[in-house]
């Protein structure tokens, strides 16, 4: 019996130990690319731009053009502007979003994790209610800042949680 608590005890601190985390300059970094990179997004999509310069033939798995060809792996040509800006996106918001604390420890994990959670759900409910409401391009439309809808709203609530338990922590020190 005491061989096996003894081998969770050790399991249970090595899961503890665990770094998926960037490390918190990240954050900053993520941030700096991620404001102008929004704006950028926002421009490129609402005015639909496609540069020239960024027209290459790029390898395809699958391409079927609205009144065009259909095929499985091969090149196909391509404005590559709103691929960059949503690699950038995902990138940055993975930078903001998954970067440690400065104090990162048992609390601020729960946190993590409930936000994470909670973010999922959003995510899912916005997913549901647009397959039972909305259509055709729309749809299409919702599904791409979909993509970026979990991400965004779990640094958004685990920042605001964090900053909550901050302003208590603050009060109780004061007191």
């Known amino acids: 019996m005491i061989k096996i608590s003894y081998i969770c005890v050790n399991f249970k601190f090595y899961v503890m130990k665990l770094n998926y985390l960037f490390p918190h300059r990240f954050k900053r970094i993520g941030t700096l690319i991620l404001i102008p990179f929004i704006l ?78 909670w973010a999922t759900y959003v995510n899912y409910a916005v997913l549901l209610f647009s397959m039972l409401f909305i259509y055709g391009m729309s749809f299409l439309w919702v599904m791409i800042f979909n993509m970026f809808t979990i991400l965004l709203c779990f640094s958004f609530r685990f920042n605001w949680q964090v900053k909550k338990l901050n302003k208590t922590r603050s009060y109780e020190e004061e007191y």
Request: aromatic share 12%.
């Open 40 to 117: 950028i997004g926002w421009y490129v999509v609402n005015y639909d731009i496609e540069p020239e310069m960024f027209d290459f033939n790029v390898p395809a798995i699958f391409v079927d053009e609205i009144m065009g060809e259909k095929f499985v792996f091969g090149m196909t040509e391509n404005n590559i502007l709103n691929e960059i800006v949503g690699v950038v996106l995902i990138i940055s918001f993975l930078m903001v979003a998954f970067s440690k604390e400065k104090q990162e420890d048992e609390l601020i994990a729960k946190i993590r994790l409930d936000s994470l959670v």
